[in-house]
């Protein structure tokens, strides 16, 4: 069985540091890696997915997340924090084969200080 | 371009109550359709899913139930609610590909009271 441990379900940074936000998986077929974000009241948006290829993957509004295999992690990073990146991330896995359902870790919630 | 219906957006009702929750997509043909619940302080969790017509799988027993009548329609229902079932319902869609990513509606927050 697949799963997602999220480090942290609170991180607070400052505005324009380092957004580090930490995501292991378990799985024992090759997985696919996702980081979705929720603001308040909303649906999932995805930030990044890793299905095969390049390790380190560019996503939306700066967002990058590296694949290590050896490390079973998915680890999500922004070099400089904005205010707008408020809101909670989940980490999810799934497999390439039947429904592809995702399994979710239990989210971080990001807060910025100004 | 694709998109993804849910309603209502809130919901009140009484223990015991019966419950229906729709969800269309719209753009595409013959998806695979999720649902997850979202409680208060806890990550989300597959309820069930559908990879065609008539064809549901549930991933937690439970009082809720799941119905796919047409290729791009799904109604989650429960014929007597309870306290528990309050959350965050969120469905979701994809497409057959492997690599392809779910795509998640706006949700409907339900509370039971």
């Known amino acids: 069985a697949q799963s997602v441990t999220q480090l942290g379900s609170h991180v607070s940074v400052s505005e324009g540091a380092l957004v580090l936000l930490r995501c292991n998986y378990s799985?024992?077929?090759?997985?696919?890696l996702f980081w979705y974000v929720q603001y308040p009241n909303q649906g999932l948006q995805l930030l990044l997915k890793?299905?095969?290829?390049?390790?380190l993957v560019k996503g939306i509004n700066g967002f990058e997340a590296e694949f290590k295999k050896s490390e079973t992690s998915f680890h999500l990073t922004k070099p400089s924090a904005h205010m707008s990146d408020a809101a909670e991330y989940f980490c999810?896995?799934?497999?390439?084969?039947?429904?592809?359902?995702?399994?979710f870790g239990q989210g971080t919630r990001l807060t910025i200080n100004p | 371009s694709q998109t993804i219906h849910q309603w209502p957006a809130t919901l009140v009702q009484p223990v015991g109550s019966p419950l229906s929750l729709e969800c269309t997509v719209e753009?595409?043909?013959?998806?695979?359709l999720y649902w997850y619940r979202q409680a208060a302080g806890r990550g989300l969790q597959l309820l069930f899913y559908?990879?065609?017509?008539?064809?549901i799988s549930s991933e937690v027993p439970q009082n809720l139930s799941a119905s796919r009548p047409q290729d791009r329609q799904f109604i989650l229902s429960s014929k007597k609610l309870l306290l528990s079932d309050s959350g965050f319902y969120l469905c979701?869609?994809?497409?057959?590909?492997?690599?392809?990513?779910?795509?998640f509606g706006p949700g409907t927050r339900l509370t039971v009271l």
């Open positions: 979701a869609w994809k497409t057959g590909a492997s690599t392809d990513t779910q795509y």
């Open positions: 799985s024992s077929v090759p997985p696919y």
């Open positions: 890793y299905t095969t290829g390049a390790t």
């Open positions: 999810a896995v799934s497999d390439y084969q039947g429904a592809q359902k995702l399994v």
């Open positions: 753009g595409t043909s013959n998806p695979n």
């Open positions: 559908s990879v065609g017509i008539g064809q």
